[in-house]
């Protein structure tokens, strides 16, 4: 009697135990797909990323990424495609103790290349496209609002931007997207 009255006293003093989250050194594997503008269908990107977490929420993050979009010309729509590649640091800004909401802001170096038209100047009404492939260089910003679904998982919503060089397109090009992170 007196072993299960001291177990059920231990049992009452035990407060609820907590996995740590954003542990120094923890990876992560992120996956992102988001709208660059009104109509995802057509204007889209998807990008997978590599965290490692430092301390107080920091981490470092490198990422690959794809954008995908249209241009309208009379009735023909010509593809832009982006590939990029980017290496940058993201500080946490807010978030509570136990790390189920956190806010962070973002920074990164951008390298890439983008094609028009899948590289064919040539339209099929016999009009050329002037603006070549290019690779191209930049910096990219992200806020990144995240909370985690279970001790592994972490869901992502994120404001992004992206200013690019050696562009023939748009040099500002701005993204809004949903993530989940897997950390292990």
């Keep these: 009697m007196r072993y299960i009255f001291a177990m059920g006293l231990a049992m009452l003093s035990m407060k609820a135990v907590q996995a740590q989250r954003m542990l120094p050194k923890q990876k992560g594997l992120e996956i992102n797909a988001g709208m660059l503008s009104k109509e ?15 301390k ?9 990424e794809y954008t ?5 010309y009379r009735d023909v729509q010509i593809p832009l495609e982006t590939y990029t590649g980017e290496v940058g640091y993201s500080l946490q800004l807010l978030g509570d103790a136990r790390k189920t909401f956190t806010l962070n802001a973002g920074l990164t170096a951008v390298a890439g290349y983008e094609t028009i038209n899948r590289s064919e100047a040539m339209l099929p009404d016999g009009s050329t496209i002037l603006d070549k492939d290019n690779f191209v260089y930049g910096t990219g910003g992200r806020l990144t609002l995240e909370t985690y679904l279970s001790d592994r998982f972490v869901l992502l919503l994120q404001g992004r931007t992206k200013v690019l060089w050696g562009t023939d397109l748009k040099q500002f090009r701005p993204s809004a997207g949903i993530g989940l992170r897997f950390n292990f």
């Design 68 to 72: 995908h979009q249209f241009s309208d």
């Design 56 to 64: 107080n929420g920091n981490y470092w993050i490198w990422g690959a």
């Design 40 to 54: 995802i269908s057509d204007n889209y990107y998807l990008n997978l990323a590599l965290t490692v977490n430092r």
